[in-house]
Structure formats: structure tokens, C-alpha cells
């Protein structure tokens, strides 16, 4: 019964902003440790960020530091990725991940969501 709903995709041209959300129920929002991996055609899916139960830490692939922001609302079982300044290799599919270890990994995340396509257009 858990879910992990991903919203906020879309085709932006390069130097833009999107939002992407995702809604997560069937879980304790609070005990998880939630991140973002990407995947595009052809390569391996890959960590781009992760916020721990409280929210006090995060961290960030090099790729994107200074760029993206992931935030969580415990409140409202909810995490986000602010990603601003868009290149066209960020074009991915974006999945959201939930994992009960305190660092998370393509392989210990125990739930993903389905993802949403961001294409930037150069």
C-alpha cells in the first residue's frame, strides 16, 4: 500500500526552473530518509540528492550542488527538488526514493515512485 507520487515534470528550456513533488502514503513519512535519483536513456540510474527523517541534513551529487534543494514537510508526508538553472543533461526521468538507512543508495532504497520526465530543451 505504499505509494510515492511524483509530480512537476515537464519540458523547460535551458536556464530554467521546475519544482518536482512527491506525495508519499503507506509509510511513516517521519522515520524515512527520502531522496531523488535520475535516469536517463541509455545510462545507469543515478543519486542526485537525499534529506534525512528530520530534515536537518542533506546532501547533493556534484552534479547538481548549487543548482538543486530538496526540502521535506513531515506535515505533509512530502518531499520536493527545487531545480533551477536546467542544462540539457539533466534531462532524466526523476524518481522518488524512500529508504529506512540513514544514507541511501540505487541499492538499499526500500520504495520508489513511478518518476517524472523533465526534458531541457537546448
Known amino acids: 500500500q505504499v505509494q510515492l507520487v511524483e509530480s512537476g515534470g515537464g519540458l523547460v528550456q535551458t536556464g530554467g526552473s521546475l519544482r518536482l513533488s512527491c506525495a508519499a502514503s503507506?509509510?511513516?513519512?517521519?522515520?524515512?530518509?527520502m531522496g531523488w535519483f535520475r535516469q536517463a536513456p541509455g545510462k545507469e540510474r543515478e543519486f542526485v540528492a537525499a534529506?534525512?527523517?528530520?530534515?536537518?541534513?542533506?546532501t547533493y551529487a556534484d552534479s547538481v550542488k548549487g543548482r538543486f534543494a530538496i526540502s521535506r514537510d513531515n506535515a505533509k508526508n512530502t518531499v520536493y527538488l527545487q531545480i533551477n538553472n536546467l542544462k540539457p543533461e539533466d534531462t532524466a526521468v526523476y524518481y522518488c526514493?524512500?529508504?529506512?538507512?540513514?544514507?541511501?543508495?540505487?541499492?538499499?532504497?526500500?520504495?520508489w515512485g513511478k518518476g517524472t520526465l523533465v526534458t531541457v530543451s537546448s
Open positions: 534529506i534525512n527523517w528530520s530534515g536537518g541534513s542533506a
Open positions: 503507506g509509510l511513516t513519512f517521519s522515520t524515512y530518509t
Open positions: 526514493a524512500a529508504g529506512s538507512v540513514y544514507y541511501i543508495f540505487t541499492s538499499n532504497v526500500d520504495y
